[in-house]
């Protein structure tokens, strides 16, 4: 069982549209979430992360958490073909090495010109 | 373009060789990771250095693999006797320690095996 799940597994959204992505962690020992986006063949990088309940904005990307139910989303507003890709989500303590970061398997998101 | 620098992209090896692949951590990042990351994209953590010593190791990496990162040399990561199982992505990954906050990855291009 996935300590942590993601949903959708992949998503299509037509260009200028809205992509939401879930994820959620069943391991209660977390405190921070990150995302991070992996285009194809390429490295993973960190998109944004967040720690404190509510939300935050950068550009496009939306993320949100709720800490009661350690469930986060990211929200693309006005999709592009370049946001194409694996969306990672992690969870890790608030302090300590990551090493104890705890992985989902991703979305894969799809945005059709 | 990734600062983490791994080599090689691409290795083949026959069941029962060895397979070393190497990383050259973002330059005044202390801290360095190994993932392996599988077909199914799933990331298992296999060891992390704090300059050059071991932080934390999985069972699997102590057994089956050599690692280091001596200074002033790139680390490494070699499997002294490859599986079929171990075909993979494996990602390198460097961050800063504050030791009072998390601080995210950078991750290298990978090495990706392909054990024959």
């Known amino acids: 069982q996935q300590k942590v799940q993601q949903s959708p597994e992949s998503l299509i959204v037509p260009e200028g549209g809205m992509a939401s992505l879930n994820c959620t962690s069943s391991?209660?020992?977390?405190?921070y979430f990150w995302w991070y986006r992996q285009h194809s063949g390429k490295s993973p990088k960190m998109l944004m992360?967040?720690?404190s309940n509510g939300e935050k904005e950068e550009g496009r990307f939306t993320v949100h958490l709720n800490k009661a139910s350690l469930h986060t989303s990211l929200h693309i507003r006005d999709s592009q073909p370049s946001d194409s890709a694996l969306y990672l989500c992690?969870?890790?303590?608030?302090?300590?090495?990551?090493?104890?970061?705890?992985w989902g398997l991703g979305t894969s998101l799809v945005v059709n010109p | 373009n990734s600062k983490v620098i791994q080599t090689p992209r691409y290795l083949v090896k026959g069941q029962g060789q060895k397979a070393k692949m190497r990383c050259i951590p973002e330059?005044?990042?202390?801290?360095v990771f190994w993932y392996q990351q599988n077909k199914n994209n799933e990331f298992k953590f296999l060891i992390n250095?704090?300059?050059?010593?071991?932080?934390?190791q999985i069972d699997m990496t102590e057994k089956r693999f050599s690692a280091e990162c001596p200074s002033n040399s790139p680390c490494s990561l070699e499997i002294q006797s490859s599986e079929a199982g171990d075909s993979a992505l494996y990602l390198c990954?460097?961050?800063?320690?504050?030791?009072?906050?998390?601080?995210?990855?950078?991750f290298g291009h990978g090495t990706k095996l392909s054990v024959l």
């Open positions: 990954a460097s961050s800063l320690w504050t030791g009072i906050s998390n601080e995210r990855l950078f």
């Open positions: 330059k005044g990042h202390p801290v």
């Open positions: 250095f704090q300059n050059q010593e071991v932080l934390q």
């Open positions: 391991d209660r020992n977390v405190d």
């Open positions: 992360s967040i720690f």
């Open positions: 992690a969870a890790s303590p608030w302090v300590g090495d990551n090493s104890k970061l705890i």
